[in-house]
């Protein structure tokens, strides 16, 4: 990845996707597609040039978004900050086009794995579903997960969350942010993560976080990772998201799919693709 930002007009409102860097994920195969059947899997991965049993790592790049709506700076997530080697670029980033990290006033946090909730952005709203924070508060069983990996994660949210505690804003339902910013129940990944529907001009933007981690996630929906907290309900807020974008037209942003992570959705019969911008 060499670009650092990619800019766009959503009716009135001035978008930027921003890169936050890259993260290299071990066992690919088992983090992402747990339970998929090997046959089915190959031939998904195939048109990404990756073979199954082959497939060692997989590099994920990270990208936030920010929007501009005339009077308030929207950013959907913070990134890793100092939490992992390869990320944490956001803030450097936002500066170099100009735009100074004080001068965002709302952060929109989908969920709080450690990758979303990293930099400090002082002057800003920071705005999470309760049933979120509830679950990082306590400690959460994750029980899909290896003991190595759920350890590494708690370490890590745990490390981030007393930063956050005084400011967060908690919020019990789909909630309308801002004119034209409207947050939807999207929980699965995590048991209160969250989307964002950013609309102007009868235009919208579906902002979803890690609804999707990876394009096959689309084309195969009822494929949960290992990260997924509640499965089910993952796959049922895929489903949902994907007949919404193609419903409206949406363009749709997530959050580890290749820079700059922005694209629409095609319906095919009984599945769906990504189409990258
Ligand atoms: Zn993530």
């Given at each position: 990845?060499?670009?650092?930002?990619?800019?766009?007009?959503l009716?009135?409102?001035?978008?930027?996707?921003?890169?936050?860097?890259?993260?290299?994920?071990?066992?690919?195969?088992a983090?992402?597609?747990p339970?998929a059947p090997?046959d089915?899997?190959?031939?998904?991965?195939?048109?990404?040039?990756?073979?199954?049993?082959k497939?060692?790592?997989?590099?994920s790049?990270?990208?936030?978004?920010?929007?501009?709506?005339?009077?308030?700076?929207v950013?959907?997530d913070?990134?890793?900050?100092?939490?992992?080697?390869?990320?944490?670029?956001?803030?450097?980033n936002?500066?170099?086009?100009g735009i100074?990290?004080?001068?965002?006033d709302?952060?929109?946090?989908?969920?709080?794995?450690?990758?979303h909730i990293?930099?400090?952005?002082?002057?800003?709203?920071?705005?999470?579903?309760?049933?979120?924070?509830?679950?990082?508060n306590?400690?959460?069983?994750?029980?899909?997960l290896s003991?190595?990996?759920?350890?590494?994660?708690?370490?890590?949210?745990?490390?981030?969350?007393?930063?956050?505690?005084g400011?967060?804003?908690q919020?019990?339902?789909?909630?309308r942010?801002?004119?034209?910013?409207?947050?939807?129940?999207?929980?699965?990944?995590?048991?209160?993560?969250?989307?964002?529907?950013?609309?102007?001009?009868?235009?919208?933007?579906?902002?979803?976080?890690?609804?999707?981690?990876?394009?096959?996630?689309?084309?195969?929906?009822?494929?949960?990772?290992a990260?997924?907290?509640?499965?089910?309900?993952?796959?049922s807020?895929?489903?949902?998201?994907?007949?919404?974008?193609?419903?409206r037209?949406?363009?749709?942003?997530?959050?580890?799919?290749?820079?700059?992570?922005?694209?629409?959705?095609?319906?095919?019969?009984?599945t769906w693709q990504?189409?990258?911008v």
């Amino acid at each position: 990845m060499t670009a650092t930002y990619y800019e766009f007009k959503l009716g009135r409102f001035d978008c930027l996707a921003v890169a936050d860097g890259q993260h290299v994920y071990q066992d690919p195969g088992a983090l992402l597609f747990p339970h998929a059947p090997k046959d089915l899997l190959a031939r998904a991965l195939a048109p990404y040039g990756k073979d199954p049993d082959k497939w060692r790592e997989w590099t994920s790049d990270y990208t936030c978004l920010l929007v501009d709506t005339g009077s308030h700076r929207v950013l959907m997530d913070m990134g890793a900050g100092s939490t992992l080697p390869g990320a944490g670029h956001l803030k450097k980033n936002l500066r170099a086009l100009g735009i100074d990290p004080e001068t965002i006033d709302m952060v929109l946090i989908s969920h709080a794995h450690p990758d979303h909730i990293g930099s400090v952005f002082p002057n800003a709203r920071l705005v999470i579903q309760d049933r979120e924070w509830a679950f990082w508060n306590t400690t959460p069983a994750l029980p899909r997960l290896s003991p190595e990996m759920r350890s590494m994660l708690i370490r890590a949210v745990d490390g981030r969350l007393p930063a956050l505690s005084g400011r967060i804003e908690q919020i019990s339902k789909e909630t309308r942010i801002l004119p034209g910013i409207q947050t939807l129940d999207a929980r699965g990944h995590t048991p209160g993560h969250m989307a964002v529907s950013v609309t102007s001009s009868g235009r919208e933007l579906l902002y979803a976080g890690d609804a999707f981690l990876h394009p096959v996630h689309m084309a195969h929906p009822k494929w949960s990772a290992a990260v997924d907290v509640i499965p089910k309900q993952a796959v049922s807020t895929r489903q949902r998201l994907l007949a919404r974008a193609v419903a409206r037209d949406s363009l749709v942003f997530c959050f580890h799919f290749p820079f700059p992570g922005l694209g629409r959705v095609r319906e095919m019969g009984e599945t769906w693709q990504w189409v990258p911008v």
